[in-house]
C-alpha cells in the first residue's frame, strides 16, 4: 500500500489550501485515514481523522478552520484548510490505519504517506 500526498506549498496568512493523499493498492477498504503534521523542532501531531463511516476528530487548533473529507471509492483522504496561519507551517503527512487488502484477512496498520510541506507566511 502506498499513499501519495499532495497539495502543498506556500500561502499567505489567512489564505487557504487544499491537500489530498490517494492510497493505491490491492485495498479492499480503509477505515480511518487522516493527517498529522510535524513542525520544525517539535513532534508529529494528530491535525484530523476520519472514519470510513464519517466520524471525524481534530485537533483544537484547527477547529473550525480545517475540514477534512475523503472519497472511499478512490481511498483518497483531503484536508481542506482555511484562515491558515503561520503556526500551521508543517511538514504534513497523510496515514492510512486498518487497511484491508483484497487477499488478506488481517488489517495493516500506521501506512504512511511521504509528506509535503506547508508554509504559511505572516
Known amino acids: 500500500v502506498q499513499l501519495q500526498a499532495s497539495g502543498g506549498g506556500q500561502v499567505q496568512a489567512g489564505g487557504s489550501m487544499r491537500l489530498s493523499c490517494a492510497a493505491s493498492g490491492s485495498i479492499f477498504t480503509i477505515d480511518l485515514l487522516g493527517w498529522y503534521r510535524q513542525a520544525p523542532g517539535k513532534e508529529r501531531e494528530l491535525v484530523a481523522t476520519?472514519?470510513?463511516?464519517?466520524?471525524?476528530d481534530y485537533a483544537d487548533s484547527v477547529k473550525g478552520r480545517f475540514t477534512i473529507s475523503r472519497d472511499n471509492a478512490k481511498n483518497t483522504v483531503y484536508l481542506q484548510m482555511n484562515s491558515l496561519k503561520p503556526e500551521d507551517t508543517a511538514v504534513y503527512y497523510c496515514?492510512?490505519?486498518?487497511?484491508?487488502?483484497?487477499?488478506?484477512?488481517?488489517?495493516?496498520?500506521?501506512?504512511w504517506g511521504q509528506g509535503t510541506l506547508v508554509t504559511v507566511s505572516s
Open positions: 476520519m472514519t470510513h463511516a464519517g466520524n471525524t
Open positions: 496515514k492510512a490505519d486498518r487497511i484491508y487488502l483484497r487477499d488478506s484477512d488481517y488489517p495493516l496498520f500506521g501506512s
